[in-house]
């Protein structure tokens, strides 16, 4: 397949026109559509009518390798293509409740909500769980895990994999963390990403936080509409990538909460509604004590609806979990141990401490980010 997605295969494109491509970051066909012809003249320097040549035909290429869907489609068609889409358990009752089944490739799910929610936890589990085998839920795939607060913590992986029995070394040996240190470093990331999702079949790829680089570099500067539009741009392409990929997307966003309004979701999205309108599904993700509550909100096919489910060892739970472990652990709980205590002991430290202060770490962090300038404009 790999083979099939060269440029040079595509009838006109010479090694010249594939040089320009690939030192501009298009590697592959699936590049070409995922950019489209406006921005693929912008980066090449190519004339528009020439990209738009070359972008109808990766496009007719693809959709004569059945690959990509034709621009007239009967809804039935329609119908078995959505049948490719593949779907990711969450590994826990109350979620896949939510999402029926899990999550779903083809689709950007944004998870949104305050800071400690659990928007990282739950991208840590998604990040294991989609490597499990197809029998279990997952969909033997890799990941790509673009960090950029640097709240990437391997040791969680570790214990996640560990309590849903899987190797952990084979785990993190398939999520590839990419690093963004500003906003245009996330977008390159994402840009450069096609070769990376191909050669290591990556079936989810997050964005934990999608949105906080963004809002932390334009903030205050006049330049919101600027911003909005690299967002934007941030947002559509991985909602593309992860339609022509066929992998499943999450974009975090946080949310401060907000006690000036009184009716109505008393939370307002960061990104302003950019990310609202490009994801398929949005999440929101609420405090209540140790528990949490997710919340389905605007899904084009799934009633809005609200569960409620826990964060542990093993990531994101059910609520029948925690209270499991918190009894037992009450038995054990005689010694206190330091939170980097070996595997034996890990269940036991986790529960003991309640679940708003165990993480010290995500919380102190979350803490300097959460007061929020309230006065942002609520854009579009
Ligand atoms: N090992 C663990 N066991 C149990 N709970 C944990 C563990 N690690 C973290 N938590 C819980 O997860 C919470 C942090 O969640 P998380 O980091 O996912 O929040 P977030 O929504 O990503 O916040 P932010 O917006 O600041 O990024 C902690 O407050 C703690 O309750
Ligand atoms: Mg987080």
Excluded: W
Excluded at 16 to 21: D, I, M, N
């Amino acid at each position: 397949m790999v083979e099939d997605l060269r440029l040079d295969s595509l009838e006109g494109v010479g090694p010249v026109t594939t040089r320009k491509l690939s030192d501009a970051g298009v590697h592959n066909i699936m590049d070409l559509i995922v950019r489209g012809p406006v921005e693929i003249a912008e980066i090449t320097g190519m004339e528009k009518d020439t990209a738009e040549k070359i972008v109808n035909k990766a496009r007719q290429h693809l959709v004569e390798g059945g690959l990509l869907a034709k621009d007239f489609v009967s809804a039935s068609e329609i119908y078995k293509h959505r049948q490719s889409i593949g779907k990711i358990t969450t590994g826990t009752n109350c979620l896949d409740t939510l999402f029926d089944g899990g999550i779903e490739t083809q689709a950007l799910t944004e998870v949104y909500g305050e800071f400690g929610c659990g928007k990282t936890q739950f991208a840590h589990t998604m990040s294991v769980m989609v490597q499990k085998p197809k029998e279990e839920g997952g969909l033997n795939g890799s990941v790509l895990y673009i960090d950029t607060e640097n709240t990437f913590r391997p040791e969680r992986i570790v214990s996640i994999a560990q309590a849903h029995g899987m190797d952990p070394e084979k785990v993190l040996d398939r999520i590839i963390v990419a690093r963004a240190y500003n906003s245009a470093h996330q977008t390159l990331i994402l840009e450069e990403a096609g070769p990376v999702i191909e050669e290591n079949n990556v079936k989810l790829i997050v964005a934990d936080s999608a949105v906080g680089l963004f809002r932390s570099e334009y903030l205050g500067r006049g330049t919101l509409s600027n911003r909005q539009q690299k967002l934007n741009h941030f947002v559509h392409l991985l909602s593309r990538i992860a339609e022509t990929y066929n992998c499943a997307a999450i974009a975090t966003n946080q949310v401060m909460a907000s006690p000036d309004v009184f009716f109505g979701d008393p939370t307002r999205p960061i990104g302003g509604n950019v990310v609202a309108h490009t994801s398929t599904y949005r999440i929101y993700f609420k405090k209540s004590g140790k528990k949490r509550i997710a919340r389905m909100v605007d899904s084009p096919h799934h009633p809005e609806e609200e569960v409620i489910f826990a964060l542990g060892e093993a990531g994101v739970i059910d609520p029948e979990d925690a209270e499991k472990k918190t009894k037992k652990t009450t038995k054990k709980a005689t010694s206190k141990k330091a939170a980097d205590s070996d595997e034996e002991t890990v269940e036991s430290v986790e529960v003991e401490t309640p679940a708003e202060s165990s993480d010290a770490d995500t919380t102190v962090e979350s803490a300097t980010e959460a007061p929020d300038d309230e006065s942002e404009p609520q854009e579009e």
